[in-house]
């Protein structure tokens, strides 16, 4: 078993909501540091991602101080963000534009496999890795497979399966299982609660972070173990 550290996950929001967030910034002004307080009233989950993604392109640093890359491209034209998005997403994403994968042939198994194997991504997050990435890869014009292009959501195929073999056993002779009983609404996931606190007036910039390091610890730990 290989000893190699993981890189930490690759963007995984939506690529349309990540890109929402860059335009508002090019029709109001780019703040000296991204904290949730620039999101206005979007969801705590909305928030992480999209600051999660900024951290993983490196476009801010730890703090949310936006770095001179991040800047240009916020500026930039529509004509020429396609080229800077391509140049962000070569150094952020090293290991898939690497000498030893090659993207233009690349099936979207071989893609998983290095997601999993060179970073801190597991499960149904390796399908949002995916659909971040391919959307981002289509703005920049980078050249992917026809494979990777056409992937399908490992987690949505499973659950289909899952649902086939389920119709096939209500059909057979044996009487239907009673029905399970309604799911239970589950709270509030408790990162996300952590953000909302982190809204409130009368927090300090010292429980921010304090908060915000609990938040990233409890995401990292979640990620790892799906």
């Given amino acids: 078993m290989s000893d190699k550290a993981k890189l930490p996950c690759p963007p995984y929001a939506t690529f349309s909501s990540f890109m929402t967030f860059i335009n508002k910034l090019r029709d109001t002004q780019i703040p000296s540091r991204i904290d949730n307080s620039v999101f206005g009233n979007a969801s705590g989950s909305l928030i992480y991602s999209i600051l999660s993604a900024l951290k993983s392109l490196n476009l801010v640093d730890a703090d949310g101080v936006p770095s001179e890359l991040f800047v240009d491209f916020v500026k930039a034209s529509d004509e020429n963000r396609p080229a800077k998005m391509a140049a962000i997403m070569r150094s952020a994403y090293a290991p898939l534009f690497s000498a030893s994968f090659d993207l233009t042939s690349a099936t979207a198994g071989q893609f998983d496999e290095l997601i999993r194997n ?12 995916a659909t971040f990435f391919i959307a981002a890869a289509k703005f920049a014009e980078v050249e992917i497979s026809p494979h990777l292009a056409a992937r399908k959501p490992t987690a ?62 409890l995401t990292k730990k979640k990620a790892t173990d799906e």
Avoid: H
Wanted: no cysteine; proline share 12%.
């Fill in 118 to 129: 060179e970073y801190e991504a597991k499960g149904s997050t390796v399908d949002k890795v």
């Fill in 156 to 217: 949505s195929s499973a659950s289909a399966g899952k649902s086939k073999r389920q119709r096939k056993a209500n059909n057979s002779d044996n009487p239907p299982p009673p029905p399970p009983p309604p799911p239970q609404i589950s709270d509030k996931a408790l990162e996300y609660k952590l953000i909302d606190l982190m809204k409130e007036a009368d927090i300090g910039d010292e429980e921010r972070s304090a908060i915000w390091t609990l938040v990233q610890y």
